[in-house]
């Protein structure tokens, strides 16, 4: 990492949804699926899948700051997924599904945790929120047909029905932070 660019990890159900809605955010320079804070090495997609591997699918985030501040990801983050159900979205369920940040320095941990904190006490939600706070561990990238998935099957049926509202929710959303 340079020092022009930082870089997040974020947890927020099936990765094709958050991969769509972050490679359409101004700023964001690259976007990588992938799995992270389990115990298996070099896991793949099925093993991930059994919920036996403690993995999240997750995706990477490199990004500009000077385009883009952490609070306003987290800001797209929270409003794309479902903070406030344990090891699910939707009909996504298993742990590998858990609503999660995952940092890369002391600095961004503390900051994510206050994040979560102020938006636990905001009444944002009507639940509480359970997204997990931690420090990235044993990440790996998904397997090449994961990665730009939604771009290249868009008219797929999960594609169609579940990532391209999120992408849309955001575009309305965030209109200010959307590319062209």
């Given at each position: 990492?340079?020092?022009?660019?930082?870089?997040?990890?974020?947890?927020?159900?099936?990765?094709?949804?958050?991969?769509?809605?972050?490679l359409g955010?101004?700023?964001?320079?690259?976007?990588?699926?992938?799995?992270?804070?389990?115990?298996?090495?070099?896991?793949?997609?099925?093993?991930?899948?059994?919920?036996?591997?403690?993995?999240?699918?997750?995706?990477?985030?490199?990004?500009?700051?000077?385009?883009?501040?952490?609070?306003?990801?987290?800001?797209?983050?929270?409003?794309?997924?479902?903070?406030?159900?344990l090891?699910?979205?939707?009909?996504?369920?298993?742990?590998?599904?858990?609503?999660?940040?995952?940092?890369?320095?002391?600095?961004?941990?503390?900051?994510?945790?206050a994040?979560?904190?102020?938006?636990?006490?905001?009444?944002?939600?009507?639940?509480?929120?359970?997204?997990?706070?931690?420090?990235?561990?044993?990440?790996?990238?998904?397997?090449?047909?994961?990665?730009?998935?939604?771009?290249?099957?868009?008219?797929?049926g999960?594609?169609?029905?579940?990532?391209a509202?999120?992408?849309?929710?955001?575009?309305?959303?965030?209109?200010?932070?959307?590319?062209?």
């Open positions: 990492m340079n020092d022009s660019t930082a870089l997040i990890t974020l947890g927020g159900g099936c990765f094709w949804c958050t991969e769509a809605v972050f955010v101004r700023g964001v320079q690259s976007v990588q699926s992938g799995y992270c804070n389990g115990h298996v090495e070099r896991p793949s997609y099925e093993q991930v899948c059994t919920g036996q591997t403690g993995h999240n699918e997750v995706v990477r985030l490199r990004w500009d700051p000077q385009q883009i501040t952490l609070d306003a990801l987290l800001q797209i983050f929270f409003l794309t997924h479902d903070p406030t159900t090891n699910r979205q939707g009909n996504d369920v298993g742990t590998q599904y858990r609503s999660g940040i995952y940092t890369h320095s002391p600095k961004q941990l503390a900051e994510a945790q994040f979560v904190a102020a938006l636990a006490t905001s009444g944002a939600f009507r639940q509480p929120v359970v997204t997990e706070v931690l420090p990235e561990a044993n990440y790996w990238p998904a397997e090449d047909y994961h990665q730009n998935y939604f771009a290249q099957h868009p008219n797929q999960y594609c169609a029905f579940v990532v509202p999120k992408v849309e929710k955001f575009r309305k959303t965030f209109a200010q932070y959307a590319l062209a």
